[in-house]
């Protein structure tokens, strides 16, 4: 699986603007990319994916770079809820049989500051 | 609706001895997976149980253990002689559609059984 690179810790302010960055140089054409967070003492939840344009939904936006190298999970207003550690993941859509579970890395970790 | 869900939420066990952790995915899905994640790690993928296919057991450490899926629904992760090193939050994780499907459908994580072995 193509490899994604994120920064270890991010911090915000409540009810600010978050821009979490991911790069993946190495993506393929066939690479989804994933966004998945985890609160503490929870298991991962998924927010958003995407694969070539830019997403939207109820909990986050994904802006992907027009040559799909790096992507940025935007959320519009912060609050104290969202300090998480953030997952961006590749995962190919060509691939067969299990190979196509997701590989965590280690994420960044979201503080949030009231 | 009625997520993932995982029990015990916590196990302490003496080294050596067996444990079984059970795991209910979402009905309907058709795909389930196991992870584990050690303290302040990643997760690391350890089985994946598709339909009625044979399961993919390429992430399991060792053979002491082993999972089963029956009846396409409820699945049990087994570890026998636990040792210190087992100790990790084991997530469970079910999606509508295979792994290797165009669809993409996105994981649902359980919260894990914390398992601590003395």
Redesign the interface.
Known sequence: DAKTTQPNSMESNEEEPVHLPCNHSTISGTD?I?W?RQLP??????VI?GLTSNVNNRMASLAIAEDRKSSTLILHRATLRDAAVY?CIL?D?A?????????????TKLSVKP | GAGVSQSPSNKVTEKGKDVELRCDPISGHTALYWYRQSLGQGLEFLIYFQGNSAPDKSGLPSDRFSAERTGGSVSTLTIQRTQQEDSAVYLCASSLYPADSTNNSPLHFGNGTRLTVT
């Open positions: 989804y994933h998945y003492s929870q298991g991962p939840e998924y994916h997952y995962r859509r691939l067969r049989g299990s190979q196509g579970n997701l590989i965590f890395g280690k994420g």
